[in-house]
């Protein structure tokens, strides 16, 4: 038996997510600088987004940072392959572990924000606690970036409470970055499964929540990527979605 190749692996998931491998795709070479961002506002825009225009052919792939570094790192590298930007949101113990990681988001090109502190409920908290969370974070990023990151995810929750956003807004965060696109990668259905939840659901605007730190994320990816070069839709930084 031949050997299998890694377009034969990623021709078997698109298959199984019921889609074909387009010839082909385009790919990009390395890292590129990128300077160190800050949150802006943008007035047009509600205080909490979901999504981006849909009249403009972008989608913004964002993952929550938290988990095994070594996943972080490949998922980065693979998304560099195919001239894809992302969006990590931190969470800031994640950023104590492995400080490195904070450069080598930015220095490929990708949005850097604040996913709490701890990656608790935070809509559960009292406003000290969830205050806490926001600002633990943000002092981290600033730290190791010389920002406070260009957006804020709530923890454990797709849609901040009333009070959280205003707290986010007090800590610099203009608005509160949500999605209208879950992957459910975190539940480890099989790399086939994320890719076709993601592929159906996608459209222009997009904001699609995935993780760090699952296998299956890893070998979806190339998937969703490649799918996404098909349809003419561009992976940006969620900056870049919004301007």
Known sequence: MGWVTATDRRAVLLATAGLTLAAGCASSSGAVAHPVRSPSAAPALPAQLTHGPRDRPRVALTFHGDGDPATARTLLTEAEKYGARVTVLAVGTWLDAHPDLARRILDGGHDLGNHTLRHLDINAMSETE???EITGCAERLKRLTGSIGTWFRPS???VATP??????????????LSYDVDSLDFTSPGAPVVARKVLTEIREGSVVSLHFGYADT???????LEELDRRGLA?????????
């Open 218 to 224: 890893i070998a979806a990816l190339p998937v969703v």
């Open 130 to 132: 969830a205050r806490e």
């Open 235 to 243: 992976a940006v930084t969620t900056t870049e979605l919004f301007s």
């Open 156 to 158: 454990r929750t797709p």
């Open 163 to 176: 009070l959280v956003t205003r707290l986010a807004q007090e800590a610099g965060y203009a608005h509160v």
